[in-house]
């Protein structure tokens, strides 16, 4: 098992930047595939990045593809999600997941731990 808690979220205004931190404990965080979802009012959950054990390889939704990086400190047992060029539909609750998985995925079912979520919001 392993507790997972967000961090960073904030009103910002478009163009700007923000990173969120998540902070793991109660279990081995190198053994676990992380990943960063969020979810807009009337929406449902939606895939936006995910990191290997390792910290590499990486894969990112479509809709923040070279915007946003994730990436893991596993001395530090947290994974960071650097966002930039925000724009006002990245507003969302954001939360980290860790899945007990070999390979990195996309998918919210395979996650097995999730946050409780920080609130991110893009002004116009």
């Known amino acids: 098992q392993v507790q997972l808690v967000e961090s960073g979220g904030e009103l910002v205004q478009a163009g700007g930047s923000l990173r969120l931190s998540c902070a793991a404990s109660?279990?081995?965080?190198?053994?676990?595939?992380m990943g960063w979802f969020r979810q807009a009012p009337g929406k449902e959950r939606e895939f936006v990045a995910t990191?290997?054990?390792?910290?590499?390889?990486?894969y990112y939704a479509d809709s923040v593809k070279g915007r946003f990086t994730i990436s893991r400190d596993n001395a530090k047992n947290t994974v960071y999600l650097q966002m930039n060029s925000l724009k006002p539909e990245d507003t969302a609750v954001y939360s980290c997941?860790?899945?007990?998985?070999?390979?990195?995925?996309?998918?919210?079912?395979?996650?097995?731990?999730w946050g409780q979520g920080t609130q991110v919001t893009v002004s116009s």
């Open positions: 997941a860790a899945a007990h998985r070999l390979v990195i995925t996309t998918r919210v079912y395979e996650y097995d731990y």
């Open positions: 109660g279990g081995t965080f190198s053994r676990y595939v």
């Open positions: 990191i290997a054990r390792t910290g590499g390889p990486t």
